[in-house]
T-cell receptor, first 115, second 116 residues
Framework: NAGVTQTPKFRVLKTGQSMTLLCAQD?????MYWYRQDPGMGLRLIHY???????AKGEVPDGYNVSRLKKQNFLLGLESAAPSQTSVYFC??????????????FGQGTRLTVV | AQSVAQPEDQVNVAEGNPLTVKCTYS??????LFWYVQYPNRGLQFLLK??????LVKGSYGFEAEFNKSQTSFHLKKPSALVSDSALYFC??????????????FGRGTQLTVWP
């Protein structure tokens, strides 16, 4: 029972490089989220999706793009990485709003360093 | 603006004493409320939630939380703290309706330290 799986777990990028973080969930959840965690800042929402084919901006969307072509996958892209994007990235998923089981499940995180 | 506030960056308590970690929110439309815990170098783990009904909810590891609608608060409590409870705790709020439907807001986190 995998839950939420993030790949890769670690990555070092040079400034200006691009990459894609993959989030996969096997719980048939409608909602998926990408957060970044920085010391003293808590979790800040980058983008989220309320269903296949839909995405929405969160608090800190600049410099990131996302896609949800399949219900189980939520991709986060960095087109031109900057040192300010050095962070730990977490993906999460949850059921639809009217479900009693509406808590989010988190992946183990991706530690990204941009040099 | 919609937000979640955890007014204390750190809470320190002695083992065996009760603990409280505070959370207030400003999210419209009667949102869902959650507490999560994070241990070093790990993802977030769900502790408990308020959906509807009784204002006192019980969760994992002996934690409970009290919902107060008039004060828009959802404080996390435990009657007797353990050293193993030391971790980073996050309050989260999920919008039930409106333009931010499904959006999950987090506080900045409170570092709980329980000393022997």
């Amino acid at each position: 029972n995998a839950g939420v799986t993030q790949t890769p777990k670690f990555r070092v990028l040079k400034t200006g490089q691009s990459m894609t973080l993959l989030c996969a969930q096997d719980m048939n959840h409608e909602y998926m989220y990408w957060y970044r965690q920085d010391p003293g800042m808590g979790l800040r929402l980058i983008h989220y999706s309320v269903g296949e084919g839909t995405t929405a901006k969160g608090e800190v969307p600049d410099g990131y793009n996302v896609s949800r072509l399949k219900k189980q996958n939520f991709l986060l892209g960095l087109e031109s990485a900057a040192p300010s994007q050095t962070s730990v990235y977490f993906c999460a998923s949850s059921y639809f709003r009217d479900s009693m089981n509406t808590e989010a499940f988190f992946g183990q995180g991706t530690r990204l360093t941009v040099v | 603006a919609q937000s979640v506030a955890q007014p204390e960056d750190q809470v320190n308590v002695a083992e065996g004493n009760p603990l409280t970690v505070k959370c207030t929110y400003s999210v419209s439309g009667n949102p869902y409320l959650f507490w999560y815990v994070q241990y070093p170098n790990r993802g977030l783990q769900f502790l408990l939630k308020y959906i509807t009904g009784d204002n006192l909810v019980k969760g994992s590891y002996g934690f409970e939380a009290e919902f107060n609608k008039s004060q828009t608060s959802f404080h996390l409590k435990k009657p007797s703290a353990l050293v193993s409870d030391s971790a980073l705790y996050f309050c989260a709020v999920k919008a039930r309706r409106g333009s931010t439907l499904g959006r999950l807001y987090f506080g900045r986190g409170t570092q709980l330290t329980v000393w022997p």
